[in-house]
């Protein structure tokens, strides 16, 4: 069985960083397309950033500059660095990724979601 599962969140102060990390396990094929999503209290979720298997990147204007994702397709694993947090970029972040199973199965995934909170 396919799932994600990320790790690397917690409590910073603003201008502070954190580096989140989405590991992809099971029997996998090939991953495609990866992502970050996050979802902040009473507002809806949003796409923060995302790769392609080629490696091109895509960002949500309110992250572009601070925020980097990255991928090791070695390890099945999509990161998240994030510099220069701010209060607003507080949410539950969720790894998100279009994942071929050993099955010929291609389906997206959730992860379970990780807490980052930026607060002084």
């Known amino acids: 069985q396919v799932q994600l599962v990320e790790s690397g969140g917690g409590l910073v102060q603003p201008g502070g960083s954190l580096r989140l990390s989405c590991a992809a396990s099971g029997s996998i094929s090939s991953i495609n397309y990866m992502a970050w999503h996050r979802q902040a209290p009473g507002k809806e979720r949003e796409l923060v950033a995302s790769?392609?298997?080629?490696?091109?990147?895509n960002y949500a204007d309110s992250v572009k500059g601070r925020f980097t994702i990255s991928r090791d397709n070695g390890k099945n694993t999509v990161y998240l660095q994030m510099n220069s947090l701010k209060p607003e970029d507080t949410a539950v972040y969720y790894c998100?990724?279009?994942?071929?199973?050993?099955?010929?199965?291609?389906?997206?995934?959730w992860g379970q979601g990780t807490q980052a909170t930026v607060s002084s």
């Open positions: 998100y990724a279009s994942i071929q199973a050993a099955s010929g199965l291609l389906r997206y995934y």
């Open positions: 790769v392609t298997s080629g490696g091109t990147t």
